[in-house]
């Protein structure tokens, strides 16, 4: 039973337009979450995390946007860039993020066309 | 500063050997967790060390066994290897003092079991 949801297993998008990657979850114990980028042959490198009391975090061209009563989140990459093409992971945690085990969703390859 | 650094990068093994995998965590953090991620799938929690203790299991059965060293680094040892072990072993650091702060992710060890 997965409890992190990426439902998409690929996206492609035109360079300098909007990248929206989805994620929804069942265990409303998780109270932070985080998504990572990962290139092939490289470990996942982390982007941007909510805590559960905020409905959005801005960092840059990434926004994570959190839902709480859907419980879905989003990240939002605009404008989205060629070297942005890689796998999405969404994560959740109910320890706080760093002392707790990481649950992530399968992944969605993200394609920026030029 | 120095990040995660796992070693070997790849390891071919026969079914019924035993591995150990080593990751050297980030300067400063002294939590370290394991994660398996098979082809086309999130990375999946094995177990947590904090202080040279376990601190936290996924599902995996004790076959999967690991240590911490006083400097904080790690290893990951599987017995009697079978041939669905064959995954990307990632390791992850944590700073200490808790809270809501991302893992930092090493490259991996691409373990094929034949």
């Known amino acids: 039973d997965q409890q992190v949801k990426q439902n998409s297993p690929s996206l492609s998008v035109q360079e300098g337009r909007i990248s929206i990657l989805n994620c929804d979850y069942t265990n409303s114990m998780f109270d932070y979450f985080l998504w990572y980028k990962k290139y092939p042959a490289e470990g996942p490198t982390f982007l941007i995390s909510?805590?559960?009391?905020?409905d959005k975090n801005e960092d840059g061209r990434f926004t994570v946007f959190l839902n709480k009563s859907a419980k879905h989140l989003s990240l939002h990459i605009v404008p989205s860039q060629p070297g942005d093409s890689a796998v999405y992971f969404c994560a959740a945690s109910d320890y706080g993020g760093s002392q707790g085990n990481l649950i992530f969703g399968k992944g969605t390859k993200l394609s920026v066309k030029p | 500063e120095t990040g995660v650094t796992q070693s070997p990068t790849h390891l071919i093994k026969t079914r019924g050997q035993q591995v150990t995998l080593r990751c050297s965590s980030q300067s400063g953090h002294n939590t370290v967790s394991w994660y398996q991620q098979a082809l086309g799938q999130g990375p999946q929690f094995i177990f947590q060390?904090?202080?040279?203790?376990?601190?936290g299991r996924g599902n995996f059965p004790p076959r999967f066994s690991g240590l911490q060293f006083p400097n904080y680094s790690s290893e990951l040892n599987v017995n009697a290897l079978e041939l669905d072990d064959s995954a990307l072993y990632l390791c992850a650091s944590s700073p200490p003092g808790g809270g809501n702060t991302e893992a930092f992710f090493g490259q991996g060890t691409r373990l094929t079991v034949v």
């Open positions: 909510i805590s559960s009391i905020k």
């Open positions: 060390y904090y202080r040279e203790e376990e601190n």
